[in-house]
């Protein structure tokens, strides 16, 4: 890699990834509490749209690398919005998951596979389905259709399913664990060990599997 590119746009990388690490670890401890938490939980995710913003190449693919910055800040508020009141941080996911739907069906696998499209239902239809299971709230199944539609999105696309399309699982599997907190599914300690790591995990699949099927690092499928 060029040295600029590695002194420029990686630190960023890294930083998000600190940033993310630091929140999880201090979370429960005073440092983590009030404004400094807040800044922490939002920093991780938000420094992956710089991150991306900084990589995303000139050309016809910048659009897409737009759409990407503008799901990733949004997820990035929501992050912070959630701490203060659900239903803005829900907003905020909700808006994010539309305008990934829209970098998705952009760029459509143009010949997907019988597994790939029944993958893609079942995302569809299962997520929303189980999260309403988990939860008992019929709202959060009107949220998670906008999750599931995310997921089954990602996975139908032209980006690496083992990379960009199991991000987005992960991003599905950390919110089941947020909605079995809210029905009479007990599964402690996972949630509490597994969701910040299963949903930073997926947004930084998703982040830098795009980002190099858009500079060419990546073969698209």
């Known amino acids: 890699m060029p040295k600029r590119a590695l002194i420029e746009k990686r630190p960023w990388l890294l930083a998000s990834l600190a940033a993310a690490t630091a929140y999880y670890f ?76 829209v970098l998705y069906l952009r760029n459509r696998h143009p010949r997907p596979s019988p597994t790939q499209k029944l993958m893609g239902a079942g995302l569809l239809i299962g997520t929303p389905l189980v999260s309403y299971v988990l939860s008992g709230q019929p709202e959060v199944a009107i949220y998670a259709a906008f999750l599931g539609a995310m997921a089954s999105a990602a996975w139908m696309s032209h980006y690496p399913r083992y990379r960009v399309g199991t991000g987005a699982v992960l991003f599905v599997l950390s919110d089941w664990l947020i909605f079995s907190r809210m029905g009479s599914f007990d599964l402690e300690p996972l949630p509490t060990i597994l969701i910040w790591p299963l949903y930073y995990a997926g947004q930084l699949m998703i982040a830098t599997g795009i980002v190099q099927c858009l500079r060419g690092e990546q073969p698209v499928r």
């Open 26 to 101: 201090l979370r429960d401890n005073p440092v983590g509490e009030g404004t400094w938490g807040l800044l922490l939980k939002g920093a991780g995710v938000a420094l992956l749209a710089l991150y991306v913003l900084l990589r995303v190449p000139h050309g016809k693919h910048r659009g897409d690398g737009f759409l990407l910055v503008g799901a990733l800040v949004l997820a990035a508020a929501g992050d912070v919005a959630i701490e203060l009141d659900v239903l803005a941080g829900g907003a905020c996911f909700a808006a994010a998951h539309m305008v990934a739907v």
